[in-house]
């Protein structure tokens, strides 16, 4: 039996496998991974592995750790104390304390806990097109993949305005007060039907959407509107975090705000099960009493010794600059492509998160050019992938350590599908 038959004969069908032919890997290192042939793949994709795969610093630290303890908080640990100090020295004020889960989704629910309680109210605004995670909560405000739970009664989606896309051509001014128009109606309908506001849950990039180039104070304005209604801001920092966005370590940063939470995961520990809420002592000191959160497997000194090698390397290694200077590298061969072929858009994103999208003759989007597109590139062995609500945007967000001699294949990659696609 392959590998692929005995995946569906245990782990079924419905978990979903990248490209028409599914890649089997064997071993990585820094941006590259080997298949079980022993081909390599420039890993143009991956953001779970943020400082590279199997990086030897942070293999260091995970073996060194768990040779010697691992146990969970109800015991004192210097380990689990000194990575949270460093971490939250990375944040902005009153963001100051930090609770340990172990993926995005135990993040993001966790928030929710701590935002409808702290405003005695349910309602949560979210994207029209997002994704957040897999716990029940969780599942009933899932708009970007399907869920069977559909929609909870207490959530309202909003459109994220697209400059790029939708709203392409359009007075910039006009579409910010079309779309908090749109935010206003959301938080009056929570009123209205008793549910009130208790957070807006945002990625910060809004990279499920299709990475949106947004109208000037967007975001900054959809939070002054939620916590006037007395809700929280959630800021979704799985995409964005950890110097993905090359000019800052969170992507929140980028529109001039402060959220009241902030979630992460899969960077956090460069593939090791780790995540985390930022939050600041007033919120926790108000959660912590009425609730006796623990979690078995979230601030273990395994997972403590993980992220603060990646920390380490983080600063180490410089690479919020590189993801900087090389992705304004690979945005800048973007939009040299986009001169060439007219059915490409305008690069899209920040930092090591880059895309663009891609249209038919007429500039519709074409979801079937998009996933050509993507194989193509495979069959040259580097690997990117699409999003949007049209699955039509070319997603490129590699490793940070991805430099330029990695870009100039990524692009030449692209210039060969392209052109194939002409």
Not at 10 to 26: H, K, Q, R, V
Not at 30 to 53: A, M
Not at 113 to 131: E, K, N, P, V
Request: glycine share 10%; charged share 20%.
């Amino acid at each position: 039996m392959t590998t692929l038959s005995r995946r569906q004969s245990t782990i079924g069908p419905y978990s979903p496998l990248f490209y028409d032919e599914p890649l089997e890997f064997a071993s990585a290192s820094g941006v590259w991974l080997t298949d079980i042939h022993g081909v390599r793949y420039l890993d143009g994709y991956n953001n779970v592995p943020q400082v590279g795969h199997a990086h030897p610093r942070v293999v260091e630290a995970l073996s060194e750790q768990a040779s010697r303890l691992n146990i969970h908080t109800r015991y004192l640990n210097d380990r689990v104390v000194e990575y949270a100090e460093r971490l939250l020295a990375l944040f902005d004020s009153p963001l100051d304390r930090v609770m340990f889960t172990n993926s995005g989704s135990e993040s993001n629910d966790l928030a929710l806990r701590i935002a409808t309680q702290h405003s005695g109210a349910r309602g949560i605004l979210i994207s029209d097109f997002s994704y957040h995670g897999h716990t029940a909560a969780l599942a009933a405000l899932t708009t970007g993949l399907a869920a069977r739970e559909g929609l909870g009664a207490h959530v309202r989606t909003i459109r994220i305005p697209d400059l790029d896309g939708a709203d392409h051509g359009r007075d910039p001014g006009t579409v910010l007060a079309e779309s908090l128009a749109e935010v206003d109606a959301a938080i009056a309908s929570l009123n209205e039907e008793g549910h009130g506001v208790a957070a807006w849950l945002f990625d910060s990039l809004f990279s499920t959407e299709g990475l949106n180039r947004l109208p000037e104070g967007y975001v900054a304005a959809v939070g002054a509107r939620v916590r006037a209604a007395g809700g929280l801001l959630i800021a979704d920092e799985v995409q964005a975090g950890f110097g993905r966005t090359g000019a800052h370590y969170w992507g929140y940063q980028l529109h001039g705000l402060v959220p009241d939470l902030v979630t992460m995961g899969k960077p956090m520990g460069n593939g090791h099960p780790l995540g985390g809420v930022v939050l600041p002592a007033a919120l926790l000191d108000e959660f912590g009493p009425r609730n006796m959160y623990f979690n078995t497997f979230g601030g273990n000194p395994v997972s403590s010794a993980v992220g603060l090698a990646v920390l380490d390397v983080l600063r180490d290694e410089d690479l919020l600059a590189r993801a900087e200077s090389t992705g304004t590298a690979v945005r800048e061969q973007l939009a040299l492509l986009g001169e060439r072929f007219d059915f490409i858009g305008p690069p899209k994103g920040a930092g090591m998160f880059s895309g663009f999208a891609v249209s038919d003759g007429a500039g519709a989007p074409d979801a079937a050019r998009t996933k050509r597109l993507v194989e193509s590139v495979k069959a040259d062995r580097i690997l990117i992938s699409r999003i949007g609500r049209h699955d039509n945007v070319l997603k490129m967000r590699p490793p940070l350590p991805f430099g330029p001699d990695e870009a100039e294949l990524l692009i030449a990659a692209l210039d060969r599908a392209l052109s194939a696609s002409s």
